[in-house]
């Protein structure tokens, strides 16, 4: 059973992570890429591994610091092999939180195939930010 994100993000809920963990500086994030996910190589479009991998950061990085939001400074990402998954398979993003201080985090995160083997590995900044209620949150601020 998934956990619920703590905020409306539309772009992830279009796309359908879940986040199924997000304790103590870990996330992991499952995602089942539709046909409209993939590139014209029929696998998981980058930019929507990109995106599970900025979520899945951001998310170990709030574990930590549940009531602020987070907002994505900087991320490198190398892609080793491709996010294919067939039938009722999903891919795996697990997130780590390595060092914070105050105001920023630094992470790192996984995306792994229904074999387990690793698609895509991304680092990333992030800059806790306050939530305001009147202010929608963009992706990164999961």
Do not use: W
Request: glycine letters at 8%; hydrophobic letters at 40%.
């Amino acid at each position: 059973m998934s956990i619920p994100f703590g905020v409306h993000i539309p772009f992830v809920a279009n796309l359908g992570f879940t986040l199924e963990k997000f304790e103590n500086g870990t996330s992991e994030l499952h995602y089942s890429p539709r046909p409209e996910h993939h590139n014209s190589f029929d696998i998981t479009h980058g930019g929507a591994v990109m995106t599970l991998l900025d979520v899945v950061m951001a998310t170990a990085a709030r574990s930590v610091e549940q009531d602020m939001g987070v907002v994505t400074i900087e991320m490198k990402t190398s892609f080793m092999r491709p996010a294919k998954t067939t039938g009722h398979e999903h891919l795996v993003a697990k997130g780590l939180l390595l060092h914070r201080t105050k105001t920023m985090a630094f992470t790192d995160g996984k995306v792994y195939d229904a074999a387990g083997q690793l698609c895509a590995h991304a680092t990333g900044t992030f800059k806790y930010v306050k939530r305001t209620p009147s202010v929608t949150s963009p992706i990164s601020t999961d």
